[in-house]
């Protein structure tokens, strides 16, 4: 198997979905979002009426979550059974509990295995798996990994004009509760061995691509 695979990891706000999504448009690459297979899941355990603080309870929800994600940088969908859940994984209920749900082992296993299902079957030259572990545990032997970065300051800016109608500071608060939560799970503020760091706060969208091109370039 000679697909390239690049790996990029970074906290939220960092940019790492449009940038790893327009990077693999460019290549023609097929493009994973991993977060957004973990906020499927916290929409199904929601919905599973599941403990989330309770991890067995959350646990017991895996076998019925039957998750379909899409790979086409062009053409994305999250599908959990027959619903389709793209817009709704973003909304603030999903945001608010992802995080329970991400730190127990049992979820990281099953997403983790259907991370790697999908990377094998995509027919594109290349993928772009974009999340947190990817660089140390979802694909640690990837040719191409890559953390990208911004100043906390910048990150908070960037969330908070995504979205609007929302206060800069509760955005910067939820911003970085998620940030504090996730980092007790896996470490996605410091490059592994091996590991480039892009650090996007002084550069615009498309220079930050270039900058992630250029690593994928010198790599293979
Ligand atoms: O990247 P995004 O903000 O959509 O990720 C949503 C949540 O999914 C994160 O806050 C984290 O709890 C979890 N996640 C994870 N490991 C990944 C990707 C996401 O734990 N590889």
Redesign the pocket.
């Known amino acids: 198997d000679d697909r390239v695979v690049v790996a990029v990891?970074g906290p939220?706000g960092s940019g790492?979905?449009s940038v790893s999504k327009a990077v693999a448009r460019k290549l023609g690459y097929a493009y994973l979002?991993?977060?957004?297979?973990?906020?499927a899941f916290a929409w199904h355990a929601q919905r599973a009426d599941v403990e989330l603080e309770d991890a067995a309870s959350v646990a017991s929800a895996l076998p019925t979550f039957a998750l379909a994600e899409a790979t086409d940088p062009d053409d994305f969908f999250v599908r959990v059974g027959e619903h389709d859940v793209t817009e709704a994984i973003r909304g603030p209920s999903v945001?608010g509990v992802?995080?329970l749900v991400?730190?127990v082992p049992e979820v990281?296993a099953a997403?983790t295995a259907i991370f790697r299902r999908l990377a094998a079957e995509t027919a594109q030259p290349g993928i772009v798996i974009?999340?947190?572990?990817?660089t140390t545990a979802?694909a640690p032997d990837a040719p191409v990994r890559v953390l990208l970065t911004a100043s906390e300051e910048v990150r908070m800016g960037r969330r908070s004009a995504e979205l609007t109608g929302h206060s800069p500071e509760v955005v910067g608060e939820q911003l970085k509760a998620?940030d504090r939560?996730?980092s007790r799970?896996?470490d996605f503020m410091t490059a592994a061995d091996g590991v480039t760091t892009v650090d996007s706060t002084e550069l615009n969208f498309d220079e930050t691509v270039d900058a992630v091109i250029a690593v994928i370039e010198s790599r293979i």
């Open positions: 990891d939220a790492k979905s979002d991993t977060g957004a297979a973990y906020r945001t992802v995080s991400a730190r990281r997403l974009e999340g947190r572990d990817i979802v998620r939560a996730d799970v896996v």
